[in-house]
């Protein structure tokens, strides 16, 4: 129990609170961003309603190359676009673009692999129907893959989790900011050890909601 004493428990609360709103604001911009691509990678498809091998290798492309590349090499590569757009490559502010371009091809394809799911009789039927491809989108892709998308977003918010913590590595606030500063550089193992646990419940904590929630829209 000695490890509790001694600890700046402001600064705990401070570095979930910094955790917590870059994982919201960038899990939200990557949905935005990532869903209509990964329905696009789909529709785009050979045998699908909007069949374009030249947008789809574009989209795949793009897609395959921001997922190769490490997010720590990331962070470092994005600073000067990072710094233009935002004024700064550090905290907050600095970590929010790098996390957003590394989450949202990952959730991309991960809308794209539930859509592969799908019957692609549902789809026959809705065309033979009269369906527009936007009434296919909404009235028949979304509604099928739903409990899907929500395990997607869950899976998305937890890789988060480990890259907000990556981005302590340059200054980028939050629990892994925390982390390295008092727990590597000053040798604080007590924080360290504290820090690993709050990751841990919080991550456990999403998998747990976003398997209830998912669960819901199942019934």
Known sequence: MDMFFG??????????????????ISVSISIIIGMP????????????????????????FIVNIIRSVPFIILLIILMPF???LM???????????????GAF???????????????????DMAKSCGASVWQIIWHVLLP??????I????????????????????????????????GYQRFQLNTMIITVIMLIIMVQCIQVLGEYISKLFKH
Not at 7 to 24: C, G, K, N, P
Not at 105 to 123: M, Q
Request: glycine share 10%; proline share 3%.
């Open 7 to 24: 600890l700046d428990w402001h600064e705990f609360a401070v570095a979930i609170i910094e955790t917590l709103y870059m994982i919201s």
């Open 37 to 60: 691509l990964g329905i696009l990678l789909y529709l785009t498809s050979n045998g699908m309603v909007l069949q374009s091998k030249f947008i789809n290798f574009i989209c795949s």
């Open 82 to 84: 990072t710094t233009f």
């Open 87 to 101: 004024g700064t490559s550090l905290g907050i502010k600095g970590v929010i673009p790098p996390l957003i371009i």
């Open 105 to 123: 091809p990952f959730f991309a394809r991960l809308v794209e692999n539930s859509l592969k799911d799908i019957d692609i009789g549902i789809i």
């Open 144 to 149: 099928e893959i739903l409990p899907s998308i």
């Open 151 to 182: 395990s997607s977003i869950t899976v998305t918010t937890i890789t988060l989790v480990s890259y907000t913590a990556m981005a302590g590595v340059v200054g980028g606030g939050g629990l892994g900011d925390l982390a390295i500063r008092y």
